[in-house]
């Protein structure tokens, strides 16, 4: 199994920053794409940004040039620096990553356990 476990949310007023750290544990061989999704109450999980074991990165439009995702292959870590938040971008940020873990290299894909992002206007 996979153990995401997730930091930094907090309470940040409009036009601040935050800096989301997640720290990938278990029987990993590989860990492929790793990403921060996000879910506002009342609405559907969004992606806002993934990225590939090469650097390749993807952003939701509305956080494209906001946001910047990074990640420490050596210590199977993603970050995600949130810069200029906007009360909107209040929500549950969770971790994701899609891993190939054990003996076989079974693929898993595995969630961490949210941490709360809440933006004051």
């Known amino acids: 199994q996979v153990e995401l476990v997730e930091s930094g949310g907090g309470l940040v007023q409009a036009g601040g920053s935050l800096r989301l750290s997640c720290a990938a544990s278990?029987?990993?061989?590989?860990?492929?794409?790793m990403g921060w999704y996000r879910q506002a109450p009342g609405k559907a999980r969004e992606l806002v940004a993934v990225i590939s074991s090469g650097g390749s990165t993807n952003y939701a439009d509305s956080v494209k040039g906001r946001f910047t995702i990074s990640r420490d292959n050596a210590k199977d870590t993603v970050y995600l620096q949130m810069n200029s938040l906007k009360p909107e971008d209040t929500a549950v940020y969770y971790c994701?990553?899609?891993?190939?873990?054990?003996?076989?290299?079974?693929?898993?894909?595995?969630w961490g356990q949210g941490t709360q992002v809440t933006v004051s206007s």
């Open positions: 994701n990553a899609d891993a190939l873990i054990g003996f076989w290299g079974t693929q898993r894909n595995s």
């Open positions: 278990g029987s990993i061989l590989r860990i492929n794409t």
